[in-house]
């Protein structure tokens, strides 16, 4: 069974730092892309990162660029989300998730992997609150 959990997260200051964590149980990254995303109240779930393992592979949203890292640890199967410099509007319900790639598949666009990372398995999201 594929399961995504997820660790960090909580109440921090403007201008900290926080790093997430995605624990995968059943599969293993390298076959897969991974997406971040975030879903603040009132609004609709967006696409904070993704990445795959190809050349170049890994798109930021413009909001997060330069700020946000991902990164991962292949022999503890866990992806990281390094969050630095967090803004008040950084503040929301992260989510983790994870689809098989075909082989020889690549995006060509940040918006085709967030949408195919859409229909993947999901982690249970946990909450980033940012203070001013």
């Known amino acids: 069974e594929v399961q995504l959990v997820q660790s960090g997260g909580g109440l921090v200051q403007a201008g900290g730092s926080l790093r997430l964590s995605c624990a995968a149980s059943?599969?293993?990254?390298?076959?897969?892309?991974i997406g971040w995303f975030r879903q603040a109240p009132g609004k609709e779930r967006e696409g904070v990162s993704c990445?795959?393992?190809?050349?170049?592979?890994?798109y930021y949203a413009d909001s997060v660029k330069g700020r946000f890292t991902i990164s991962s640890d292949n022999a503890k199967n866990t992806v990281y989300l390094q969050m630095n410099s967090l803004k008040p509007e950084d503040t929301a319900v992260y989510y983790c998730?994870?689809?098989?790639?075909?082989?020889?598949?690549?995006?060509?666009?940040?918006?085709?992997?967030?949408?195919?990372?859409?229909?993947?398995?999901w982690g249970q999201g946990t909450q980033v609150t940012v203070s001013s």
């Open positions: 998730a994870a689809r098989r790639l075909p082989l020889g598949w690549s995006f060509y666009t940040d918006a085709h992997c967030y949408a195919f990372v859409r229909s993947g398995s």
């Open positions: 059943g599969f293993t990254f390298d076959d897969y892309a």
């Open positions: 990445t795959y393992n190809r050349p170049g592979s890994t």
